[in-house]
């Protein structure tokens, strides 16, 4: 049984009331032992037409998120790489039949997962979805993919014209240069010198960014989408900013947090809102002893 407390703070919200959200959170603390797991993933909404798939999104990071968190609890044999494997192994096998898992926009997500018990905490983190550790010491470490920030040109440059674009200029050479970075990022999805996503190749694991810390050294996990991250990405927050709402506020004021920055853009790049995932786990009484917070409104 669990001997020392845990506390558990979640939140999730699709970037459209009209659209499924892709994002998938869960955590788990088995009955069995001490410990738990923490599995977050980002799924890939893929450009209109074909991507030679019958299944959505959804319902590709729902099968992958269980798989990963029932191997995770059951499986301690297992390290996360091998975990992770297995898990796309297994879900490519529920729809290897009908459809063409070769295609390079079958359904795929970002990967953020970690495992504790008494001794250590692992973590594994596969493109760009964040998992955040803070230290005892309160030391804050951001464990990243850092392969979509060195791809190769013309990507650098065509972020930065897409940057550079003035507030004024019009919707339709804003979507023109968007588009074309959009699809030169696209070319490198799971390519050589590109970055990579869990889909239908196990060996995608090997590639991971994985760890482990010492369990006692260690007072929480949060680990966010890049939906949540913007927070820091786009807005100028600071990951020590960000921890500190989590902690005082809670998940759902982080995700509120963005939602009004990204409300006040009058000319958003790319899509003005994006799934967004953020989930808080504190360790006591190696954390501070956290208290349930209130609403954003104060209810």
């Known amino acids: 049984m669990q001997t020392e407390p845990v506390h558990i703070d979640l939140t999730t919200e699709p970037g459209a009331p009209d659209h499924p959200n892709e994002d998938y959170c869960s955590v788990a603390l088995p009955a069995h032992g001490h410990g738990g797991c923490l599995v977050l993933l980002d799924g890939v909404t893929p450009p209109e037409g074909d991507d030679g798939c019958v299944h959505s999104v959804d319902w590709f990071t729902a099968r992958l998120g269980g798989a990963l968190g029932e191997l995770s609890v059951s499986r301690r044999d297992m390290t996360l790489e091998e975990i992770l494997a297995e898990a796309v192994a ?9 459809c ?8 795929q997500a970002t990967v953020v997962l970690a495992r504790w018990d008494e001794e ?13 550790l803070e230290r005892a010491d309160g030391t ?17 440059e065509l972020r930065a014209a897409v940057r550079a674009l003035p507030g004024h200029t019009p919707a339709a050479r804003r979507e023109a240069a ?3 970075y959009v699809e030169a990022v696209e070319a490198l999805r799971n390519a050589e010198g590109g970055f990579h996503t869990a889909a239908a190749d196990p060996a995608v ?14 007072r929480s996990l949060t680990a966010m989408t890049d939906g949540a991250t913007r927070w820091v990405d786009r807005f100028g ?43 808080h786990v504190a360790f006591w009484p190696a954390g501070p002893c956290l208290r349930p917070h209130s609403s954003p409104a104060g209810a």
């Open 237 to 279: 927050g600071t990951w020590a900013g960000t921890l500190d709402l989590v902690r005082t506020q809670g998940t759902a004021h982080l995700v509120q947090a963005v939602r009004d920055l990204e409300h006040a853009v009058p000319s958003p790049r790319g899509k003005r809102h994006d799934d967004a995932t953020a989930v």
């Open 178 to 180: 968007v588009r074309e």
């Open 90 to 98: 297994r879900t490519a096998g529920t729809h290897r039949s009908t």
């Open 120 to 132: 250590a905490v692992e973590h594994l983190v596969l493109s760009d979805s964040t998992l955040l």
């Open 205 to 218: 694991a090997r590639l991971a960014v994985t760890g482990r810390t010492p369990r006692a050294e260690l």
């Open 100 to 107: 063409d898992l070769s295609h390079p926009r079958t359904p």
């Open 140 to 156: 804050l470490v951001p464990v990243q993919d850092p392969r979509l920030d060195t791809l190769p040109s013309p990507v650098p």
